[in-house]
């Protein structure tokens, strides 16, 4: 029996409408097909669909545990996709621009689960910051990016795994609008000495520079974080020696 003919048990966002919960259910019980994939080479571990219910087009990321330790360790504590629910909660609740929560699901094979997907809303129009970093609009990105990260610093955010795959941009007709996705490693900033912000945006640089960014661009996304007095007690020169020292090898 394939996963789309079983039985999912999900768990619901608090967002989420009563009308929307029965498109949602049905998006996994006939929609998680090969026609509605998409994102087929990014990984070898998951697989990732776009799905659209009658309201609304969803983005349905699921997790296959093909192990019995792998799932034997996903009955005793919470899935990364029920983790990420969460989290994406915590993002809204505190004004991060990110796709809306929908729900996260477990199939289960006896008592234990067998998969796990989470689904969220399917940003239109957007496409991964990387893309139109390499581009000949990256330039133009600088703005922007300097200002979504101003944001969540402000919001007391720190994401232990930035990188410009886990940003999505829209486009320049609507001003380069940013959304964070895959906030597992989300947590809350420790305070005012907490260096982890200024490490985040170090990964965040050193990430550019092993994607091929050109080390110009790295340079003045770096002044202008430093600028903006992202990256404190670290001036621009601190900065970019952290960001090369996670880049290597």
């Given amino acids: 029996m394939s996963l789309q003919q079983q039985a999912w048990r999900i ?9 929307e919960k029965l498109g949602l259910a049905q998006a996994l019980g006939m929609g998680l097909v090969q026609a509605n994939r998409i994102l087929e080479a990014h990984s070898r571990v998951k697989r990732f669909y776009k799905v659209q219910t009658e309201t609304v087009a969803v983005f349905v990321k699921l997790r296959e545990f093909n192990s019995w330790a792998r799932r034997l360790g996903r009955a005793l504590r919470p899935t990364k996709e029920e983790r990420e629910l969460a989290n994406y909660g915590l993002l809204r609740s505190l004004g991060v621009p990110c796709p809306r929560p929908l729900a996260s699901a477990k199939l289960q094979k006896g008592s234990l689960p067998r998969a ?21 609009q990256g330039p133009l ?3 922007p990016l300097g200002n979504f990260l ?18 999505l941009a829209g486009s320049l007709r609507e001003g380069f ?26 990964w965040f640089l050193g990430f550019m520079l092993r994607g091929g960014a050109a080390q110009e661009l790295v340079g003045l996304l770096a002044g202008h974080m430093v600028r903006l007095g992202l990256c ?18």
């Fill in 177 to 202: 609008p940013l959304y964070l996705v895959d906030p597992l490693h989300v947590r809350a900033a420790a305070g005012q000495g907490d260096l982890g912000f200024s490490m985040s945006l170090a």
């Fill in 232 to 249: 404190n007690p670290w001036d621009q020169e601190e900065l970019l020696l952290r960001a090369r020292e996670l880049a290597a090898p």
């Fill in 11 to 19: 768990s619901f966002s608090r967002e989420i409408r009563p009308e």
């Fill in 150 to 167: 101003g944001l969540l610093k402000k919001a007391g955010i720190l994401h232990q795994d930035l990188q410009w795959e886990n940003i």
């Fill in 141 to 143: 990105l600088l703005e």
């Fill in 116 to 136: 796990s997907v989470l689904v969220t809303q399917f940003l239109e129009h957007t496409r991964p910051l990387k893309e139109l970093l390499l581009g000949p």
